[in-house]
C-alpha cells in the first residue's frame, strides 16, 4: 500500500518537475544551459558516487543517496529521495536488482530523468549467476575492481554526453581515476598470494563476496544468500559451522551493513564443535566506510577489506581452548 | 463500643441497606435520580420498574460496581467497604459466557475467594462448603458437570449456590428468574424465604409483576427516581404502578392480589 | 530428529521456540477464553514502534533496549486500547484494531526513516518484521527461559485471580478483588510472552503463537488447568517442529514453519477433536439420522 502511494507522488512529482524545467522530450537538458552551472547527480551506493566524485569533481553537485553503513539491499526510497531523484539531471545506480526495493522508482523515472546502470557494459558472460537467485545475476560486481573499471568508463560516457562542454575534465578525470584502479587491482592480487591456496577461505554474513572470490582466487561462503533480505534456516549455519571446522578457517568476517549477531551464532555453534574462530574484522560488503575516512572511499573500502581479510586468514587456528 | 444486648438492639433498628440521596448518571443522562431507600433486616424484597428504570444499576450502585454521582449507600450502618463480606451478589445469568471450562463445583468454589483473599488456593474446607451449597440448591450431582452443559434453570442454581458460600447478611439478586422453568423458580422462591426466614436481609431485581404479591414481603418500585418502597400489601397498589410504567401499563386488573403490566 | 540433540544451533534454535511456545501458550490460553485473541496482534504490532525508538534513543544494537522498548511500546498500546474503550462508542475489538493500525504505521514509519543512518543495519531492525531465528544466541535462550519462568510462575501465583477475571470480572469486583489491577497484570504478562518471542517470530506473526495453541486447547477438554498445560504442550510441540522442518531445508525460515506448525494442530483440533470436533459432529448427525430413520421404520 505504501509503495503505491509513494509511486503516485514520484508521477506526481515527476510531471510537475519536468513541467517546469528545461527538458527537451524524452532527453537531458540542453547542453549549452547545463555547461553553465554544475550538473545535480544523484547516486545510489557509496561506491558508485565515488567514482562520480573522481570523474566529475567540482562539476557536479553529488547527493549519494545510501550512506556508509546502509543495507542496499533492502533500502527503500523515502519522499525526499524520491523528490532528489526527480530534480536530478541523471542518476546513476548499480542494477542487477542490488537496489532491489527501488526497482519501482527507477521505473517511473524512465521516462524522465535519465538513469544509468554503471553495470551495463559488463559482459554478461563474466556475471556470475548463482542458481538460487534464479536467472538475476549477483550484483555485487564491485569487488573485482576490473569490472569496476568498466564502471568508470561507463560512467565518464554518460557525463559526456550529458555535457559535452567539458569532455575534456571528464576524460582526463577519468584517465587518473583508472590509473590507480590498475593500481590497487595489482595490490588485491599480490596481497591475496601471500595467502597460501588451502587457507584461501573468505567466510562472511552474505554473499557478497563471490566476485572478488573469483577474480582473486578465494573461496567464498556466505550465511544469508545473495540478499540480505532473506533470512537463514538453521541448516545453513550448521553446516557452514560443519565446514569451517573441517577446514581449520581461523578467521571469519563481519560486514558493517548486517548485524553481527548472526557471525555470533556462527561462532557459538562452531564452538560448539570444539573449534575456536576468530571474528577476524569488520569488513566492507555492501556499503561503504564513513565519508571522510579512507574506508569512505571506493579504493580505501578495497584496500582495508584486502588487508583485513588477509591478516585474519594468515593468524595461526586456535583448536579447544581460547 | 456499646454493650452486647445494647448493640443487638441498636443492629436490630439499623437498616440492611440504606440508601441515602442516590444519583447515578452516565454523561448527563440520569439513570438514577434522588433515590432514598430503607431496607429493614429480614425482608425478602423485590425491585419492580420498567425497563431502563434503573433497577440493574441500584444494585451494581450498592455493590460500588458504577461510579455514584451523588449520594451513598449504607450496609448495616456502614459503607459498602468494611462491609463486603456480609454482601453477597447474584448478577443477571446472561452476564457470563457459560462456554467457559469450568464445573459447577468449581463456580460455586469461587464464592470463596474473597474470605481468601490473594493468592491463596481453595481447599478441602472450601470444597466442602462449596458442596453443601450445591445440596441446597439440589444440584450435588452436577458438581463436576460442564457448566455448558446445565439447563438455564440449572446454570441459575449455581449462581445462587454461590452466594451462599459467602455466608452473607445481605444478598442482592439481579432478575434471578428470568428464562429458568417452573420447578427451578419453585425451588428459587423457597430458597430465598429460608434464607429470609434464618435473618437474611434478600433484594432481588424482578420482571414478573404477576409474582411479586406471592414471593416478596417488601417491594420497591422504581423508575429512574424512588416511586414507593415498603410493605408489599402497603405499597404494591394501582396508582404507585401507575405512576412507576406510566403510559406503559396497556390494562390493569382492579382486584388487590393481581395487578398486571403488559 | 537425532540431529536436535547433536547440533547446536538447532538445538538453541529448537530450545528457544519451545520456550517461545510455551510462555504464548499458557498466556494465549487466557486471551481466547476473554475473547481477546486481537490483543497479541495488537500488541506485537504495537511493539515495532518501540523497537525502533530504542535504536534512535540508545544507539544500541544490542537485543536488551530493543526488547525492552518493544515491551513498553506493546504496553503503551494496552493502555491506549483501554483508554479509547472508556472514553469513546468504540468497542474493545474497534480499539484493537485501531491501535494496531496506528502502532504499526508510526513503527514503519521510524524504519524507514531510520534506515538512513548509518548504525542502523547492524542493529537488524528489519529483522523484527519477521523473526530471525537462527541468529539465537545462547545468551537469548537463557534470556527468555528466565522471561518466560517469571510469567509462568505470576500465572500459578494468581491462577483464581485470573480464572475469575476471565469469567465473571464483575463478581470478582463484587468480592472486593481490584479486577482492574489483575486485568493490567495479565495484560503485561501477555507483552512479556509476545516480546520473547519477537526475535524468533516476529512481529507479524507472533499473534498467531498467542492465539493458536490456546484455541487448539479448548477444543480436547472442559477443565481450565488440562487447557492451560494443553496449550503449553501444543505451543512447545510447535516451537519444536518449526525448529525441525527449518533445519531440514536450506532456506527455510523458522519463524514462518513454526507458525505453520501451531496451524495444523489448531486444523487438526477444530476438526478431530472428540466432542467438539467438526468431524466428530458431523459422524455423531450421522448416527442420528440414522438412528431415527432405523426407529421410523415399523
Redesign the interface.
Given at each position: 500500500m505504501?509503495s503505491l502511494i509513494r509511486l503516485a507522488a514520484a508521477a506526481l512529482l515527476c510531471a510537475g518537475v519536468t513541467a517546469c524545467g528545461p527538458v527537451q522530450a524524452g532527453g537531458g537538458p540542453d547542453p549549452q544551459e547545463i555547461a553553465g552551472r554544475k550538473i545535480n547527480v544523484v547516486a545510489t551506493i557509496g561506491q558508485v558516487a565515488d567514482v562520480v566524485d573522481n570523474i566529475a569533481g567540482d562539476r557536479a553537485e553529488l547527493e549519494g543517496l545510501m550512506?556508509?553503513?546502509?543495507?542496499p539491499h533492502?533500502?527503500?526510497a523515502?519522499e525526499g529521495d524520491v523528490v532528489s531523484l526527480a530534480e536530478a539531471d541523471i542518476v546513476f545506480y548499480n542494477g542487477l536488482h542490488l537496489e532491489a526495493k527501488m526497482a519501482d522508482v527507477f521505473e517511473k523515472m524512465r521516462g524522465s530523468v535519465t538513469t544509468v546502470a554503471v553495470t551495463s557494459e559488463i559482459d554478461r558472460n563474466e556475471l556470475l549467476a548463482p542458481p538460487?537467485f534464479e536467472g538475476a545475476y549477483d550484483p555485487h560486481v564491485w569487488f573485482d575492481v576490473s569490472k569496476w573499471m568498466s564502471v568508470t568508463e561507463v560512467i565518464r560516457d554518460a557525463l559526456v554526453e550529458l555535457d559535452p562542454e567539458h569532455a575534456a575534465v571528464y576524460e582526463d578525470n577519468a584517465d587518473a581515476y583508472l590509473a590507480e584502479l590498475e593500481e590497487l587491482d595489482s595490490y588485491v592480487e599480490e596481497q591475496a598470494l601471500r595467502v597460501p591456496e588451502d587457507q584461501r577461505v573468505v567466510i562472511t554474513a552474505h554473499d557478497a563476496f563471490n566476485y572478488f572470490g573469483d577474480a582473486y582466487d578465494f573461496e567464498v561462503r556466505g550465511l544469508q544468500?545473495i540478499s540480505t533480505?532473506?533470512?537463514?534456516?538453521?541448516?545453513?549455519?550448521?553446516s557452514l559451522?560443519d565446514f569451517i571446522v573441517e577446514r581449520e578457517i581461523p578467521s571469519i568476517f563481519v560486514e558493517?551493513?548486517?548485524?553481527?549477531?548472526?557471525i555470533?551464532?556462527l561462532r557459538?555453534?562452531v564452538a560448539?564443535?570444539g573449534f575456536d574462530v576468530n571474528i577476524g574484522g569488520s569488513i566492507y560488503s555492501d556499503?561503504m566506510g564513513?565519508a571522510g575516512t579512507p574506508e569512505g572511499t571506493y579504493i580505501g573500502m578495497v584496500r582495508h577489506n584486502i588487508d583485513t581479510i588477509v591478516a585474519g586468514l594468515l593468524e595461526q587456528p586456535t583448536g579447544g581452548e581460547s | 463500643m456499646a454493650r452486647a444486648p445494647a448493640r443487638r438492639e441498636a443492629m436490630e433498628k439499623t437498616s440492611a441497606v440504606e440508601v441515602m440521596d442516590l444519583t447515578v448518571a452516565y454523561s448527563d443522562k440520569p439513570v438514577l435520580w434522588d433515590v432514598d431507600l430503607s431496607v429493614p433486616q429480614g425482608v425478602l424484597m423485590a425491585v419492580v420498574g420498567p425497563n431502563g428504570a434503573g433497577k440493574t444499576t441500584l444494585i451494581k450502585a450498592m455493590l460500588d460496581l458504577v461510579p455514584i454521582s451523588a449520594g451513598r449507600v449504607l450496609i448495616a450502618g456502614r459503607p459498602y467497604d468494611e462491609q463486603r463480606r456480609k454482601v453477597a451478589y447474584v448478577p443477571q445469568r446472561g452476564s457470563v459466557d457459560w462456554d467457559f471450562p469450568t464445573t459447577a463445583l468449581d463456580v460455586v468454589m469461587m464464592g470463596r475467594y474473597g474470605a481468601l483473599g490473594w493468592i491463596k488456593r481453595p481447599g478441602a474446607r472450601e470444597k466442602q462448603a462449596s458442596m453443601e451449597a450445591l445440596e441446597k440448591v439440589g444440584m450435588a450431582a452436577f458438581a463436576h458437570r460442564q457448566i455448558s452443559q446445565l439447563s438455564g434453570g440449572q446454570q441459575q442454581r449455581v449462581f445462587l449456590a454461590r452466594s451462599l458460600v459467602q455466608d452473607a447478611d445481605v444478598y442482592l439478586m439481579d432478575e434471578p428468574f428470568q428464562g429458568v422453568d417452573a420447578t427451578t423458580e419453585r425451588a428459587i422462591v423457597t430458597l430465598l424465604q429460608e434464607l429470609r426466614a434464618s435473618g437474611s436481609t434478600v433484594i432481588v431485581v424482578h420482571h414478573d409483576l404477576q409474582t411479586v404479591a406471592e414471593y416478596f414481603d417488601w417491594v420497591t418500585l422504581l423508575n429512574v427516581r424512588r416511586i414507593a418502597s415498603g410493605p408489599t400489601a402497603e405499597v404494591f397498589t394501582e396508582p404507585n404502578l401507575r405512576a412507576a410504567y406510566g403510559g406503559r401499563m396497556a390494562w390493569l386488573q382492579t382486584s388487590e392480589q393481581e395487578p398486571v403490566a403488559d | 530428529m537425532f540431529?536436535l540433540f547433536t547440533?547446536?544451533?538447532?538445538r538453541?534454535?529448537a530450545m528457544g521456540a519451545a520456550i517461545l511456545g510455551i510462555v504464548s501458550g499458557v498466556l494465549g490460553s487466557f486471551t481466547v477464553l476473554r475473547q481477546q485473541s486481537l490483543l497479541g496482534d495488537a500488541i506485537s504490532h504495537a511493539a515495532l514502534p518501540g523497537i525502533v525508538l530504542a535504536f534512535l534513543l540508545t544507539g544500541s544494537?544490542e537485543?536488551l533496549p530493543l526488547v525492552l522498548g518493544a515491551g513498553i511500546a506493546g504496553w503503551i498500546g494496552t493502555l491506549c486500547v483501554r483508554a479509547i474503550v472508556r472514553n469513546t462508542r468504540i468497542k474493545n475489538d474497534g480499539a484493537l484494531g485501531l491501535v494496531l493500525s496506528v502502532f504499526f504505521g508510526i513503527g514503519?514509519m521510524l524504519l524507514?526513516?531510520t534506515?538512513?543512518?548509518?548504525?542502523?543495519?547492524?542493529?537488524?531492525l528489519?529483522?523484527f518484521l519477521?523473526?530471525?531465528?537462527?541468529?539465537?544466541?545462547?545468551d537469548d535462550v537463557v534470556t527468555m527461559a528466565v522471561l518466560g519462568g517469571i510469567a509462568i510462575v505470576a500465572v500459578t501465583l494468581f491462577w483464581k485471580e485470573f480464572k475469575l477475571l476471565s469469567f465473571d470480572s464483575e463478581f470478582g469486583r463484587s468480592l472486593g478483588f481490584r479486577m482492574g489491577a489483575v486485568d493490567i497484570l495479565l495484560t503485561t504478562l501477555v507483552v512479556i510472552a509476545i516480546v520473547i518471542g519477537l526475535r524468533t517470530v516476529g512481529v507479524v506473526l507472533m499473534s498467531a503463537m498467542v492465539v493458536a495453541p490456546g484455541a487448539a486447547a479448548r477444543q480436547w477438554t472442559d477443565r481450565l488447568g488440562v487447557m492451560v498445560c494443553l496449550s503449553a504442550m501444543f505451543g512447545a510441540l510447535a516451537g519444536l517442529t518449526g525448529?525441525l522442518l527449518?533445519?531440514?531445508?536450506?532456506?527455510?525460515?523458522?519463524?514462518p514453519m513454526v507458525v505453520l506448525s501451531a496451524s495444523v494442530i489448531v486444523l487438526l483440533s477444530l476438526l478431530f477433536a472428540p466432542r467438539r470436533g467438526l468431524v466428530w459432529e458431523r459422524l455423531r448427525s450421522h448416527r442420528r439420522t440414522a438412528l431415527r430413520t432405523e426407529g421410523a421404520r415399523p
Amino acid at each position: 500500500m505504501g509503495s503505491l502511494i509513494r509511486l503516485a507522488a514520484a508521477a506526481l512529482l515527476c510531471a510537475g518537475v519536468t513541467a517546469c524545467g528545461p527538458v527537451q522530450a524524452g532527453g537531458g537538458p540542453d547542453p549549452q544551459e547545463i555547461a553553465g552551472r554544475k550538473i545535480n547527480v544523484v547516486a545510489t551506493i557509496g561506491q558508485v558516487a565515488d567514482v562520480v566524485d573522481n570523474i566529475a569533481g567540482d562539476r557536479a553537485e553529488l547527493e549519494g543517496l545510501m550512506g556508509p553503513g546502509i543495507d542496499p539491499h533492502l533500502y527503500r526510497a523515502s519522499e525526499g529521495d524520491v523528490v532528489s531523484l526527480a530534480e536530478a539531471d541523471i542518476v546513476f545506480y548499480n542494477g542487477l536488482h542490488l537496489e532491489a526495493k527501488m526497482a519501482d522508482v527507477f521505473e517511473k523515472m524512465r521516462g524522465s530523468v535519465t538513469t544509468v546502470a554503471v553495470t551495463s557494459e559488463i559482459d554478461r558472460n563474466e556475471l556470475l549467476a548463482p542458481p538460487e537467485f534464479e536467472g538475476a545475476y549477483d550484483p555485487h560486481v564491485w569487488f573485482d575492481v576490473s569490472k569496476w573499471m568498466s564502471v568508470t568508463e561507463v560512467i565518464r560516457d554518460a557525463l559526456v554526453e550529458l555535457d559535452p562542454e567539458h569532455a575534456a575534465v571528464y576524460e582526463d578525470n577519468a584517465d587518473a581515476y583508472l590509473a590507480e584502479l590498475e593500481e590497487l587491482d595489482s595490490y588485491v592480487e599480490e596481497q591475496a598470494l601471500r595467502v597460501p591456496e588451502d587457507q584461501r577461505v573468505v567466510i562472511t554474513a552474505h554473499d557478497a563476496f563471490n566476485y572478488f572470490g573469483d577474480a582473486y582466487d578465494f573461496e567464498v561462503r556466505g550465511l544469508q544468500g545473495i540478499s540480505t533480505a532473506t533470512e537463514t534456516g538453521t541448516a545453513d549455519l550448521s553446516s557452514l559451522a560443519d565446514f569451517i571446522v573441517e577446514r581449520e578457517i581461523p578467521s571469519i568476517f563481519v560486514e558493517t551493513s548486517v548485524p553481527q549477531r548472526f557471525i555470533e551464532a556462527l561462532r557459538e555453534a562452531v564452538a560448539a564443535r570444539g573449534f575456536d574462530v576468530n571474528i577476524g574484522g569488520s569488513i566492507y560488503s555492501d556499503a561503504m566506510g564513513d565519508a571522510g575516512t579512507p574506508e569512505g572511499t571506493y579504493i580505501g573500502m578495497v584496500r582495508h577489506n584486502i588487508d583485513t581479510i588477509v591478516a585474519g586468514l594468515l593468524e595461526q587456528p586456535t583448536g579447544g581452548e581460547s | 463500643m456499646a454493650r452486647a444486648p445494647a448493640r443487638r438492639e441498636a443492629m436490630e433498628k439499623t437498616s440492611a441497606v440504606e440508601v441515602m440521596d442516590l444519583t447515578v448518571a452516565y454523561s448527563d443522562k440520569p439513570v438514577l435520580w434522588d433515590v432514598d431507600l430503607s431496607v429493614p433486616q429480614g425482608v425478602l424484597m423485590a425491585v419492580v420498574g420498567p425497563n431502563g428504570a434503573g433497577k440493574t444499576t441500584l444494585i451494581k450502585a450498592m455493590l460500588d460496581l458504577v461510579p455514584i454521582s451523588a449520594g451513598r449507600v449504607l450496609i448495616a450502618g456502614r459503607p459498602y467497604d468494611e462491609q463486603r463480606r456480609k454482601v453477597a451478589y447474584v448478577p443477571q445469568r446472561g452476564s457470563v459466557d457459560w462456554d467457559f471450562p469450568t464445573t459447577a463445583l468449581d463456580v460455586v468454589m469461587m464464592g470463596r475467594y474473597g474470605a481468601l483473599g490473594w493468592i491463596k488456593r481453595p481447599g478441602a474446607r472450601e470444597k466442602q462448603a462449596s458442596m453443601e451449597a450445591l445440596e441446597k440448591v439440589g444440584m450435588a450431582a452436577f458438581a463436576h458437570r460442564q457448566i455448558s452443559q446445565l439447563s438455564g434453570g440449572q446454570q441459575q442454581r449455581v449462581f445462587l449456590a454461590r452466594s451462599l458460600v459467602q455466608d452473607a447478611d445481605v444478598y442482592l439478586m439481579d432478575e434471578p428468574f428470568q428464562g429458568v422453568d417452573a420447578t427451578t423458580e419453585r425451588a428459587i422462591v423457597t430458597l430465598l424465604q429460608e434464607l429470609r426466614a434464618s435473618g437474611s436481609t434478600v433484594i432481588v431485581v424482578h420482571h414478573d409483576l404477576q409474582t411479586v404479591a406471592e414471593y416478596f414481603d417488601w417491594v420497591t418500585l422504581l423508575n429512574v427516581r424512588r416511586i414507593a418502597s415498603g410493605p408489599t400489601a402497603e405499597v404494591f397498589t394501582e396508582p404507585n404502578l401507575r405512576a412507576a410504567y406510566g403510559g406503559r401499563m396497556a390494562w390493569l386488573q382492579t382486584s388487590e392480589q393481581e395487578p398486571v403490566a403488559d | 530428529m537425532f540431529d536436535l540433540f547433536t547440533d547446536y544451533t538447532l538445538r538453541t534454535v529448537a530450545m528457544g521456540a519451545a520456550i517461545l511456545g510455551i510462555v504464548s501458550g499458557v498466556l494465549g490460553s487466557f486471551t481466547v477464553l476473554r475473547q481477546q485473541s486481537l490483543l497479541g496482534d495488537a500488541i506485537s504490532h504495537a511493539a515495532l514502534p518501540g523497537i525502533v525508538l530504542a535504536f534512535l534513543l540508545t544507539g544500541s544494537s544490542e537485543p536488551l533496549p530493543l526488547v525492552l522498548g518493544a515491551g513498553i511500546a506493546g504496553w503503551i498500546g494496552t493502555l491506549c486500547v483501554r483508554a479509547i474503550v472508556r472514553n469513546t462508542r468504540i468497542k474493545n475489538d474497534g480499539a484493537l484494531g485501531l491501535v494496531l493500525s496506528v502502532f504499526f504505521g508510526i513503527g514503519l514509519m521510524l524504519l524507514t526513516y531510520t534506515q538512513a543512518r548509518p548504525d542502523a543495519s547492524q542493529a537488524g531492525l528489519d529483522k523484527f518484521l519477521f523473526g530471525q531465528a537462527a541468529a539465537l544466541l545462547q545468551d537469548d535462550v537463557v534470556t527468555m527461559a528466565v522471561l518466560g519462568g517469571i510469567a509462568i510462575v505470576a500465572v500459578t501465583l494468581f491462577w483464581k485471580e485470573f480464572k475469575l477475571l476471565s469469567f465473571d470480572s464483575e463478581f470478582g469486583r463484587s468480592l472486593g478483588f481490584r479486577m482492574g489491577a489483575v486485568d493490567i497484570l495479565l495484560t503485561t504478562l501477555v507483552v512479556i510472552a509476545i516480546v520473547i518471542g519477537l526475535r524468533t517470530v516476529g512481529v507479524v506473526l507472533m499473534s498467531a503463537m498467542v492465539v493458536a495453541p490456546g484455541a487448539a486447547a479448548r477444543q480436547w477438554t472442559d477443565r481450565l488447568g488440562v487447557m492451560v498445560c494443553l496449550s503449553a504442550m501444543f505451543g512447545a510441540l510447535a516451537g519444536l517442529t518449526g525448529a525441525l522442518l527449518s533445519s531440514t531445508g536450506a532456506r527455510l525460515p523458522t519463524g514462518p514453519m513454526v507458525v505453520l506448525s501451531a496451524s495444523v494442530i489448531v486444523l487438526l483440533s477444530l476438526l478431530f477433536a472428540p466432542r467438539r470436533g467438526l468431524v466428530w459432529e458431523r459422524l455423531r448427525s450421522h448416527r442420528r439420522t440414522a438412528l431415527r430413520t432405523e426407529g421410523a421404520r415399523p
